[in-house]
C-alpha cells in the first residue's frame, strides 16, 4: 500500500513576540517561504495540509482569532502572509508543545487515512522535537525537511534535526521541490522500514 502523507504546519502562524523572537523571525520566514513551496505542491498532489498551532493561552480562541492577532504582530505578520490559510482549510490548537498533546489530531489523521507526516514549522528543537516523538510512538513514519524548520540559532535547529533522524528515524533531507510526488518521499513499498517502533500498522 503507498503511502498517504499529511503536511503538518507547525507554531508558523506566530506572534514571535517572546524572548528570542526577533532572533527568530529571519530564520523562520526563511523556512516559511520553502514551506509555501511545499505547501503549493502538496495542494497540487492533494496531500492533506493541517495546521497545528498554539492558542497562546487563550482558551476562549479559534484558528481564525489566533490568525488575526499574529497579522497584526509586528514580527508575525510576514509569517501570516506568506502561509495564510485556504477558507476552510484544517486547523487544530494545541495548549503546550505537542501536536498530539491535548488535540484531536491522532482522530483527524485516522480520518483521512495519513500514515505519513511531513512536519514543519516552530522551532525545530522544540514544539517539532516534541511532535516528532510523539508521531513516533504512534508509529507515523517521518520527514522533516530541513530548510522547513527553524530554530533561533542554526546549531539549535542542527541538533534537533540530527536527533529526530536518530532516535525516530525521520528523514530530514531537505525539500527541494522536483519531479517526484510527495508519497514517493516515503517509498510505495516502505523502503524496508518495518523495525520495532517505525512504520504505521495498516
Not at 523556512?31 to 487563550?58: C, M, S
Not at 484558528?63 to 509569517?79: I, K, N, P, W, Y
Request: contains cysteine; charged residues 25%.
Amino acid at each position: 500500500m503507498r503511502a498517504r502523507p499529511a503536511l503538518l504546519l507547525i507554531d508558523f502562524i506566530n506572534t514571535l513576540d517572546f524572548d528570542g523572537g526577533a532572533q527568530l523571525a529571519k530564520r523562520a520566514v526563511a523556512a516559511a517561504q520553502r514551506t509555501r513551496r511545499l505547501k503549493d505542491q502538496a495542494r497540487a498532489e492533494g496531500v492533506p495540509t493541517i495546521y497545528v498551532n498554539d492558542h497562546f493561552g487563550d482558551w476562549s480562541a479559534n484558528f481564525d482569532a489566533v490568525l488575526r492577532r499574529c497579522e497584526q504582530s509586528r514580527h508575525g505578520t510576514e509569517l501570516a502572509a506568506l502561509l495564510c490559510p485556504e477558507r476552510g482549510g484544517l486547523s487544530i490548537l494545541k495548549p503546550r508543545h505537542s501536536a498530539f498533546y491535548g488535540t484531536p489530531l491522532e482522530f483527524l489523521l485516522d480520518e483521512v487515512r495519513v500514515d505519513s507526516l511531513i512536519l514543519t514549522g516552530l522551532q525545530a528543537h522544540i514544539c517539532i522535537l516534541f511532535s516528532a516523538h510523539d508521531a513516533y510512538l504512534r508509529r507515523y513514519r517521518l520527514w522533516v525537511p530541513g530548510g522547513c524548520v527553524a530554530s533561533e540559532s542554526a546549531a539549535a535547529e542542527r541538533d534537533a534535526l540530527k536527533h529526530m533522524a536518530e532516535v525516530t528515524g525521520a528523514d530530514i533531507g531537505p525539500y527541494r521541490r522536483a519531479g517526484r510526488r510527495l508519497a514517493e518521499r516515503f517509498g510505495a513499498e516502505r523502503r524496508g522500514r518495518r523495525r520495532m517502533g517505525n512504520g504505521r500498522s495498516t
